[in-house]
């Protein structure tokens, strides 16, 4: 099964970045392959978690898949998890991790695994998919320096 997990030191606070990344309805503005997202729901839980159901709309050339996933913040834990739910996958899973170093740097962390249902789209849209997925540590660091400015 494909994965790819990366670590980048950021010169932005853990919280700014975990808001970032929970802004999930601007990644068509700056994510790779990202076409549309739409929240479809949205809850807050008593232990101060917020669960969203999310669809998200990839296209590359003439292929244009969309998929749902749940997404679970926790800022008490400084983590972002999403869950598949529904779409051409077999598998995804995808994790957000954020660790304070000082007042304006922090460790983020990346990780997803993936496996299409099909064969065919997984020959179509695999390499293509492993090379976007290396270009999101960059584009969020990107989007973070035009929202909050260069450290």
């Known amino acids: 099964m494909p994965s790819f997990s990366t670590t980048r030191k950021v010169r932005h606070p853990a919280g700014a970045m975990f808001d970032l990344v929970a802004d999930v309805e601007t990644y068509p503005k700056f994510v790779p392959l990202c076409e549309s997202l739409v929240v479809r729901a949205r809850r807050a839980l ?12 990839v296209s590359y050339a003439l292929v244009r898949e969309t998929f749902t996933s749940k997404v679970t913040l926790d800022r008490a834990a400084n983590e972002i998890v999403v869950e598949y739910l529904d779409g051409p996958f077999r598998h995804l899973e995808n994790r957000w991790t954020f660790r304070p170093i000082d007042d304006h740097h922090s460790e983020v962390g990346f990780f997803i695994a993936y496996e299409f249902k099909s064969r ?9 998919f492993d090379r976007a997925f290396r270009k999101f540590a960059d ?13």
């Open 46 to 57: 008593p232990e101060g978690r917020e669960v969203m159901v999310a669809d998200m709309t």
């Open 120 to 128: 065919t789209l997984g020959a179509l849209m695999g390499a293509m």
């Open 139 to 151: 584009a969020f660091e990107a989007r973070a320096d035009a929202v909050y400015g260069v450290g």
